[in-house]
């Protein structure tokens, strides 16, 4: 596969000019752009450009508002609410960061409801900034069905991502952004794309049979949740943080209002900031927990949370970041088409 190699700038803008050319505003625009130049950046590729497709289909459509303006309400001391207009979540999110972690610091612990949005990126890009603040966070959002529950035949839950992050004073914290199906639908898509096998244990095809071939995952088939009924678990309880809590469509109820034009459906997500200073241990919390990360650290082939997404990021500041050719020519299509 031919690549070519882009600076994060670089990705931005080109994000930024497909956007703006389909009916984004500058503000959505730059919001979005930072998001899919830091999956790049830092090697998420099946977060990043690949996803162009979907956000340009949905803006075309009109079914996601290009020009929203999300509104941020305190609704509580300890709760946050941002409407996101109908638009894309990065906007959404960046304008309740600040209120969600001022809410936190002062009651130790808060929670941001996101409704409204159109959520198709990764987490991990919306959880390290609050852990860069000094707070440990949480994130979840649902999609659509593409997930069988443990012990059922067909789909019910979305993809259900969700986002740790924990502070660690002068260092990057540390992230985790998983699904909890067997493997992101995003990544089945690029298997796809590229002609390679999935493992075994990945999902089922339409007729509910276990496959490797990423396309029959695609083709009416499903993913499968990781760990069985514990990821199956896990699955559930986002959904209900997800939509019980906020009032969004289940990834149900996503997929029957959804107008399937291959972009994100209509949504929520739910966050939580918590102040490790205010849960009396304010002078030993950090060095606690640094000489536990640091015991893990050690554990020869222990796997550390991000640590290739640190290093993808240093790569990509040297070396520029590898970009599809297929995957670039697209994007120049989508600008060039909607002139």
Same mark, same amino acid.
């Given at each position: 596969m031919s690549e070519i190699t882009m600076t994060e700038k670089q990705v931005q803008q080109l994000v930024e000019d497909c956007l703006t050319a389909n009916g984004c505003n500058q503000d959505n625009a730059a919001a979005l752009g930072r998001t899919i130049a830091s999956a790049e950046r830092d090697g998420s590729a099946s977060h990043g450009l690949f996803r162009m497709p979907g956000y340009i289909a949905?803006?075309?459509?009109?079914?996601?508002?290009?020009?929203?303006?999300?509104?941020?309400?305190?609704?509580?001391?300890?709760?946050?609410?941002?409407?996101?207009? /109908?638009?894309?979540?990065?906007?959404?999110?960046?304008?309740?960061?600040?209120?969600?972690?001022?809410?936190?610091?002062?009651?130790?612990? &808060?929670?941001?409801?996101?409704?409204?949005? /159109?959520?198709?990126?990764?987490?991990?890009?919306?959880?390290?900034p609050i852990a860069e603040a000094g707070l440990a966070a949480m994130a979840f959002t649902t999609y659509k069905p593409a997930v069988v529950p443990a012990g059922a035949k067909t789909p019910l839950f979305g993809t259900n991502p969700m986002c740790f992050g924990w502070p660690r004073g002068d260092k990057p914290p540390l992230v985790f952004d998983q699904a909890s199906a067997s493997m992101a639908r995003g990544e089945v898509m690029i298997a796809a794309r590229d002609g390679h096998a999935v493992p075994l244990g990945t999902g089922v095809?339409?007729?509910?049979?276990?496959?490797?071939?990423?396309?029959?995952?695609?083709?009416?088939?499903?993913?499968?949740?990781?760990?069985?009924?514990?990821?199956?678990?896990?699955?559930?309880?986002?959904?209900?943080?997800?939509?019980?809590?906020?009032?969004?469509?289940?990834?149900?109820?996503?997929?029957?209002?959804?107008?399937?034009?291959?972009?994100?459906?209509?949504?929520?997500?739910?966050?939580?900031?918590?102040?490790?200073?205010?849960?009396?241990?304010?002078?030993?919390?950090?060095? /606690?927990?640094?000489?536990?990360?640091?015991?893990? &650290?050690?554990?020869?082939?222990? /796997?550390?949370?991000?640590?290739?997404?640190?290093?993808?990021?240093?790569?990509?500041?040297?070396?520029?970041?590898?970009?599809?050719?297929?995957?670039?020519?697209?994007?120049?299509?989508?600008?060039k088409s909607a002139s």
């Open positions: 949905s803006l075309r459509s009109g079914k996601v508002n290009g020009t929203a303006d999300p509104k941020v309400t305190r609704i509580s001391p300890a709760v946050v609410k941002v409407d996101g207009d /109908h638009g894309y979540a990065p906007l959404a999110l960046e304008k309740g960061r600040e209120a969600l972690i001022e809410a936190a610091r002062e009651n130790g612990i &808060a929670a941001m409801a996101l409704v409204n949005v /159109h959520h198709f990126a990764a987490l991990w890009v919306e959880v390290e095809d339409a007729d509910g049979n276990p496959t490797t071939e990423p396309q029959k995952i695609i083709d009416g088939g499903a993913l499968l949740p990781f760990g069985g009924h514990k990821g199956s678990t896990i699955a559930m309880m986002i959904e209900l943080l997800v939509a019980g809590l906020t009032g969004m469509d289940f990834s149900y109820e996503a997929q029957k209002n959804d107008n399937n034009d291959g972009g994100p459906p209509n949504g929520g997500e739910f966050m939580l900031a918590i102040d490790p200073n205010r849960f009396g241990d304010a002078e030993g919390w950090l060095n /606690h927990s640094e000489a536990f990360l640091e015991r893990l &650290a050690a554990m020869e082939g222990a /796997h550390m949370p991000g640590n290739r997404r640190y290093a993808n990021r240093a790569k990509s500041a040297v070396d520029g970041i590898m970009v599809s050719e297929k995957v670039h020519a697209s994007c120049i299509e989508f600008i």
